[in-house]
């Protein structure tokens, strides 16, 4: 069965689009899945991954009163994690991630496993709330396929 990060390369290839990620609890692995395909530096321009709250705001163009009114891990902070990659990586889609991985870090009403995704092609965007403890790795590789898996259905609509 061919990997889900190789179907959407070949998406993004036969529609001459290219991809970026703006990952936060994910640390990357979104990024690192895509360009694990050999050639996807036709298609993956690059990434940022913003742990802190500052990075979000000063690279990705989150606005401070986003996260102030929000929260880090809301999906109004994702959304502009999303569509500030494209714009400071130049892309026509993305991925983004915000959320508590865990073991700790839970918020009132955001408990452990809390992870907001978002995915855009041009101006479409999906987000989704994930939820669940599976402990720390498999919360992160849940939320890691579950980005494929948007950007996925944006690319064959």
């Known amino acids: 069965m061919e990997s889900i990060q190789r179907i959407i390369g070949k998406q993004l290839k036969e529609k001459g689009l290219t991809v970026s990620t703006a990952e ?3 640390g990357g692995g979104i990024a690192a899945r895509l ?14 991954v913003a742990y802190q709250n500052d990075v979000k705001v000063d690279l990705l163009g989150v606005n401070a009163d986003t996260i102030y009114k929000y929260g880090v891990v809301s999906e ?9 990659a494209m714009k400071s990586l130049k892309t026509d889609c ?24 978002a995915a855009a092609v041009g101006d479409s965007i999906v987000t989704m709330r994930q939820e669940g403890d599976e402990g720390r790795r498999k919360n992160i590789e849940r ?10 259905q944006l690319l064959k609509r």
Do not use: H
Not at 76 to 84: F, I, N, S
Not at 104 to 116: C, S
Not at 144 to 152: D, E, F, H, R
């Open 76 to 84: 109004e902070t994702v959304v502009e994690m999303v569509k500030g």
């Open 94 to 117: 993305a991925m983004a991630t915000t959320g508590i991985a865990g073991p700790g870090g839970e918020e009132p009403g955001k408990p452990v496993g809390t992870i907001w995704i």
């Open 35 to 48: 360009t694990s395909v050999a050639g996807s530096s036709a298609y993956v321009r690059g990434g940022i």
């Open 24 to 26: 936060s609890c994910t």
């Open 143 to 152: 939320a890691i396929q579950n980005a494929l898996k948007m950007l996925l």
